[in-house]
């Protein structure tokens, strides 16, 4: 069974850092592209940042290069989503997704994405 499972949401202050892990299960993420996207309330999901296979470099989304890093744990079947210098506008759920078949720059800018988690809700609040 194919499953994508993301963890590590919660409250966080401005200013502050999170890591979000995704688990796969089911298929190895070394041969997808995989990315992180993001649903804010009364919006869009976008994309924040994807990356082809395990030695692609990644694609930003608008705005997000600088604070968000997407990283992967070959070892665990995991790829990670770091962000840092939080801001109130950054509240979403966080999805990470996966495509066999796609450039990061199309995952990202088109959401063509084959699998989804099921989102972890990320609120920056004083």
């Known amino acids: 069974q194919v499953e994508l499972v993301e963890s590590g949401g919660g409250l966080v202050q401005p200013g502050g850092s999170l890591r979000l892990p995704c688990a796969a299960s089911?298929?190895?993420?070394?041969?997808?592209?995989v990315g992180w996207f993001r649903q804010a309330p009364g919006k869009e999901r976008a994309g924040v940042v994807c990356?082809?296979?395990?030695?692609?470099?990644?694609y930003y989304a608008d705005s997000m290069k600088g604070r968000f890093t997407l990283s992967r744990d070959s070892a665990k079947n995991t790829v990670y989503l770091q962000m840092n210098s939080l801001k109130p506008e950054d509240t979403a759920v966080y999805y990470c997704?996966?495509?066999?078949?796609?450039?990061?720059?199309?995952?990202?800018?088109?959401?063509?994405?084959?699998?989804w988690g099921q989102g972890t809700q990320v609120t920056v609040s004083s």
């Open positions: 990356t082809s296979g395990s030695d692609g470099s990644p």
């Open positions: 089911g298929f190895t993420l070394d041969y997808y592209t």
């Open positions: 997704a996966a495509n066999l078949i796609t450039t990061a720059q199309t995952m990202c800018d088109r959401l063509l994405v084959g699998y």
